[in-house]
């Protein structure tokens, strides 16, 4: 086993100790060009922590270039930590990681891991959340907005049906009163040259009996009895032709 | 028939009387399909002439059921949205909603334009009269319906009733052709009179109107004042004689009215002689079903103030109820003309008389007659020297104001009058006559 993993291997163990919930890479939303920095991934509660482990040459410069390079992942985890094996500890350059809020983890050659300096929490990160979040989140979003499309549309087409129906009450009012009108018109035209030529004979002022054989009344009630407005009224329309 | 004349028509047909003349002008159809229509402030009279002598009458309102109850939800449709004539009662909910839902679609014969309930119920009464008498004559085409209005209705009660009437023609096929006429030339058709003047009073107010073939329309005067105005000072009086606690009933004030009040021949001659003979003249009754017994005693002089106060509203004894609070009759705006609602109804025949022509006048006050509940006066027996009936107090007024031999008549069956007019209408105005907005009559035709 390479010293790299046998770090690795041991700090999974250290977490897992602790209750914390390992994390596969795969199920973290970090731009690709940063997964490769990142070694062990755990869940605490709602922190999480990466662990970036040093295992090159072991020189100072190379230790602060590790660092800085843990550094740039604060943007999507709560806290960081370098791991790195214990006999190093003496080229370790401690400001650079109180600076950048690194924490410390050595390991010693029997996989023991010690906690040499907290991580300071990052104050923000970029959301890093799972598949199954992203999607659920997702449908929801979605089906929010066709919802609310969907009751858009539907208060719209209320709207509209009620417009259609005052307006088909209000066609069906005009086209009655066009019908009078046309029929007033047609009276009008048809009797204009009646009224020039005035040239009517007593005969025609009769109304026509009707040819429908109806049984009616045998007897006139008493108001239609001799009654002079029945003359009169059947005049009527007829004066001045 | 065309080419015969009148005369050969009659005598051809039925004989030589003059009833087979009138028989003989009748279209045969319409003798069976003549359809009347009074629309009245409390009540809508109807039916075809079959019914003969008598309309049927319903009460002019209408229900309208909460559409929102669950019976109406469970029942849907089955349920009437508007619902009139006698099936009213077996609708009714809470006392409460009455007021709310029980719509009198018109005030003072008159239904406000965009008063769309109103209309709604208008609608339903016309078409429960129409459906009601539906024949099951396969050459039944439709009723010739001639339709009433006071003569005070604005020209789209015309216009709406007319759209009523087609829309009930498209679902029906009821209606061949309608008309509508105004009330008091019904009252004229209905008792023979082609000259006279028609007071047509009911409970809000009294129309006059001068007829000389036609109604004579710039002559015209409504009072704003009828049988409820009685009904007022009646309430006044009883508060007088210790009776307030009853005047809210308005049905109680009316009865009262109706028992006790009578019009004197001349007030102050009546109230002389009711105070000096307290016991011949005395008003009291029971109210039936009740043990309340109204004893107006020593005011019972007041009885004739009731019918006075219909006639001439300015006589000077009135003036100490206006001075307490009692609202005077309100003037009406006809036009750019104010009617006083003060004005006795003597004043009121005289003006309109005047607004026709000089060579006319003595004609019209040669028949006046007089229909409407408020003309309703009766005289108890022993008191014809004191009081008189409404016939008699308009002749006498007139006289007074120096108009002589006029012959008022007091309607017989006032209230059928009007259907019976529209009746006549229908049977005898030529079918070919189409409506003419400019003249205001002939049949509008749908189809």
Known sequence: ?241 | MNGKNIKDIGKCEYGSSSEVFTMGLIDAYRRKYAFGEDYGTSDYKFGPITLGERPEIIENRGYMPDTSSIMYRIVGGEVKRVVVGPEIPLYLEAREDLTERMIYPMRNGVVDKDDKKAWDVIYEITKYGLTRFKPRDPNFKGFYVTAALSVIAPKYMYEKIFDIHERIDEETKLVKAVTIIPQPLAVAIAHKKPTCVVLESGHGNTQICPISRYPIRRAIITLNRGGGDANVITAEILKDCGYGDLVHEEKLVRMVKERIGLVPRNLDEAIKRARNEPERFRAAFKIPGTKIVIDLGENSWMRFLIGEYAFNPSHEVFESFFKRGMPRPKDVKIGDRIISGMMDMADAIIEAVQRCPVELQPYLYRDILLSGGNFAWKVPPGMEDVAVNAAEKIRLMLEEKGIENVNVILTKDPQYSVWRGCIVYSVAVPDDYEWNWDRMEGWMKFR
Request: hydrophobic share 40%; no cysteine.
């Open chain 1, 1 to 241: 086993m390479s010293l790299h993993a046998f770090l690795i291997s041991a700090l999974k163990e250290f977490f897992k100790k602790r209750g914390y919930q390992l994390i596969l890479p795969e199920e973290l939303k970090v731009p690709s060009e940063f997964l490769n920095q990142i070694d062990v991934a755990v869940r605490d509660a709602n922190n999480l922590i990466f662990v970036k482990v040093f295992s090159g040459p072991p020189s100072r410069t190379s230790f602060t270039n590790t660092a800085m390079k843990a550094s740039s992942l604060r943007a999507y985890a709560d806290k960081i930590y370098l791991a790195a094996p214990k006999e190093l500890r003496i080229m370790i350059d401690g400001n650079v990681l109180l600076e950048n809020g690194i924490g410390l983890l050595l390991v010693d050659r029997s996989g023991k891991v010690e906690e040499a300096l907290p991580p300071r929490p990052t104050t923000r990160r970029a959301p890093i959340i799972s598949v199954n979040e992203v999607a659920t989140r997702l449908v929801s979003e979605v089906r929010d907005e066709v919802l609310s499309v969907i009751d858009e549309r539907l208060s719209e087409i209320v709207r509209m049906r009620d417009a259609i129906t005052a307006l088909q009450s209000r066609v069906s009012e005009l086209e009655r009163r066009l019908a009078r009108l046309e029929r007033e018109i047609e009276r009008v035209t048809r009797e204009a040259p009646r009224l020039v030529s005035r040239g009517i004979t007593i005969e025609e002022r009769v109304a026509p009996i009707s040819e429908e054989v109806a049984e009616g009344l045998e007897e006139l009630p008493s108001y239609l009895r001799d009654n002079p407005w029945v003359e009169i009224l059947s005049r009527r329309g007829r004066e001045e032709k």
